[in-house]
């Protein structure tokens, strides 16, 4: 019964006669979206913490924004300036006699004196 049937060649599996449109798979490729990091809450217990962090860090010689930055990189810029804020103005940060206040070096960098 299966004499007078011809099986067709891609159906054979000796014989290896795929194109290559056969043989190329087509990957589903899934998109995502990343998501935004949330933002943390500007408490003023974390303030706080931030502002005696920084204060510490001022009176170690890092008087400049960037070097404040450097040395605590686990918070981020808004963190940072939201803490110095709310030191100089509870005076939480403060020099040997005087409040510490921010000046400018040049055009683009803020210092701390005190």
């Given at each position: ?99 510490m206040r921010i000046y400018k070096k040049s055009a683009k960098v803020y210092g701390?004196?005190?």
């Open positions: 019964m299966t004499d007078f049937l011809a099986i067709p060649d891609f159906l054979k599996r000796e014989k290896n006669t795929a194109t290559k449109r056969q043989r190329k798979t087509v990957k589903k490729v899934k998109w995502v979206t990343p998501k935004k990091p949330n933002k943390q809450r500007l408490t003023g217990v974390l303030k706080e913490t931030v502002a005696i962090k920084i204060g510490t860090k001022i009176r170690g010689g890092n008087n400049t924004f960037a070097k404040i930055k450097k040395a605590l990189p686990q918070y981020d810029d808004r963190i940072l300036k939201s803490g110095l804020n709310y030191g100089l103005t509870r005076v939480i940060i403060t020099g040997s006699a005087s409040q701390v004196r005190g």
